[in-house]
């Protein structure tokens, strides 16, 4: 199984994907910077620590739902559309086994880059902070990071299996435009905010996204023995 996903990994250069997710960690460094700043302007709306960790939580799993959708593309439904999956079929290698490991790579990769990120985010914006403030009190100190470390962990958990929900819709037609579309409506769900509340705070609703990516991954598994590429 390992032997498989240092294969895939090596196959598919995920060099440039690290590459890509350092780029989005500064955008999104850039972006918080400005919206402390344009809160300093707009008195009434004050931008506080909660709310600079919490907008960090949902910028980061929004981006990389993306990026898992990305991946599904690259490593799943282009092999399948390309017919190229057809020549590992032909090798001694299990189906399942060969999902499976491409499956691994998404979520290993999904969830690592969600804990790096909010390392690399979290401590960037909090030297820009220390320079240029925007946040009255200090961003980072240790009452912070253990009030907000279980969710950010669960939080990445989540993200990494839900993230395979766009694999469904890609699979029917093996359409990369149709992966890449559903993951923007699960990113408009999970990272959605109405009335300062995340709909992602409302426990039901990522339990539900968890659910259906996992059982979407499941049954890839399961019927992956019995699809043919047309």
């Known amino acids: 199984?390992?032997?498989?996903?240092?294969?895939?990994?090596?196959?598919?250069?995920?060099?440039?994907?690290?590459?890509?997710?350092?780029?989005?960690?500064?955008?999104?460094?850039?972006?918080?910077?400005?919206?402390?700043?344009m809160s300093k302007i707009e008195t009434e709306i004050p931008f506080s620590s909660d709310m600079a960790y919490s907008l960090i939580d949902t910028l980061i799993r929004g981006t990389f739902i993306v990026f898992a959708s990305v991946l599904i593309s690259r490593i799943i439904i282009e092999e399948f559309r390309s017919k190229s999956i057809t020549v590992l079929f032909l090798y001694p290698i299990s189906r399942r086994k060969l999902i499976m490991a491409k499956l691994a790579i998404i979520m290993l990769f999904t969830f690592c880059s969600i804990i790096a990120s909010q390392l690399i985010v979290t401590i960037g914006f909090s030297i820009?902070?220390?320079?240029?403030?925007?946040?009255?009190?200090?961003?980072?100190?240790?009452?912070?990071?253990?009030?907000?470390?279980?969710?950010?962990?669960?939080?990445?958990?989540?993200?990494?299996?839900?993230?395979?929900?766009?694999?469904?819709?890609?699979?029917?037609?093996?359409?990369?435009?149709?992966?890449?579309?559903?993951?923007?409506?699960?990113?408009?769900?999970?990272?959605?905010?109405?009335?300062e509340t995340s709909l992602n705070s409302i426990i039901i609703i990522p339990i539900t996204l968890v659910l259906i990516g996992a059982g979407i991954a499941y049954f890839t598994i399961k019927n992956i023995r019995h699809r043919d590429v047309v």
């Open 1 to 37: 199984m390992l032997k498989l996903m240092k294969m895939e990994m090596y196959k598919f250069k995920l060099g440039g994907y690290i590459k890509g997710a350092l780029i989005a960690n500064f955008v999104i460094i850039g972006l918080l910077t400005a919206i402390g700043h």
């Open 128 to 195: 820009i902070n220390s320079f240029a403030p925007t946040i009255p009190s200090p961003f980072l100190n240790v009452a912070a990071i253990t009030n907000n470390a279980p969710s950010i962990f669960m939080n990445a958990i989540a993200a990494s299996i839900m993230c395979l929900i766009p694999l469904y819709f890609g699979m029917r037609k093996y359409s990369v435009s149709t992966t890449i579309l559903s993951s923007l409506i699960i990113v408009s769900i999970v990272c959605q905010y109405y009335d």
